[in-house]
């Protein structure tokens, strides 16, 4: 999965309240989709799915060298968006997701697009 620019991302990403909603549990999983939203409900919603890239059982979940970009960038307080199929993907570090790491990794977005992490929000399914 090539990286991919948060600044080619729709402008309004930067601008309004969003959330980031999963449309499936977390509940440890490897790996989660989702949608962002913005809070009003006035744009088309944005695909974006999460992975955890060290998940390696039956098989990896992440090209070595895109894991590599995701630790570098997280190791220097950032995130790795990679072009996935059919979805942008979020990459973070670990084997499972939890609802810690997928809000860190939504504020780290939030930062990334230029907009303040306080304007957004998770929303999880259990």
């Given at each position: 999965?090539?990286?991919?620019?948060?600044?080619?991302?729709?402008?309004?990403?930067g601008a309004v309240d969003v959330v980031w909603q999963a449309t499936e549990t977390v509940a440890d999983a490897d790996t989660v989709?989702?949608?962002?939203?913005?809070?009003?409900r006035t744009q088309r919603p944005v695909r974006l799915d999460l992975v955890?890239?060290?998940?390696?059982?039956?098989?990896?979940?992440?090209?070595?060298?895109?894991?590599?970009?995701?630790?570098?960038?997280?190791?220097?307080?950032?995130?790795?968006?990679?072009?996935?199929?059919?979805?942008?993907?979020?990459?973070?570090?670990?084997?499972?997701?939890?609802?810690?790491?997928?809000?860190?990794?939504?504020?780290?977005?939030?930062?990334?697009?230029?907009?303040?992490?306080?304007?957004?929000?998770?929303?999880?399914?259990?």
């Amino acid at each position: 999965m090539p990286l991919a620019d948060p600044f080619d991302l729709p402008e309004w990403l930067g601008a309004v309240d969003v959330v980031w909603q999963a449309t499936e549990t977390v509940a440890d999983a490897d790996t989660v989709t989702g949608v962002l939203v913005d809070a009003e409900r006035t744009q088309r919603p944005v695909r974006l799915d999460l992975v955890a890239v060290d998940a390696a059982w039956p098989e990896p979940v992440c090209p070595e060298t895109d894991r590599r970009a995701v630790h570098q960038a997280w190791h220097y307080g950032e995130v790795a968006l990679l072009e996935g199929s059919p979805a942008l993907v979020l990459g973070v570090p670990g084997s499972a997701l939890g609802a810690d790491l997928v809000s860190e990794a939504v504020r780290r977005l939030a930062r990334a697009v230029g907009a303040k992490p306080q304007r957004y929000s998770v929303q999880l399914r259990l």
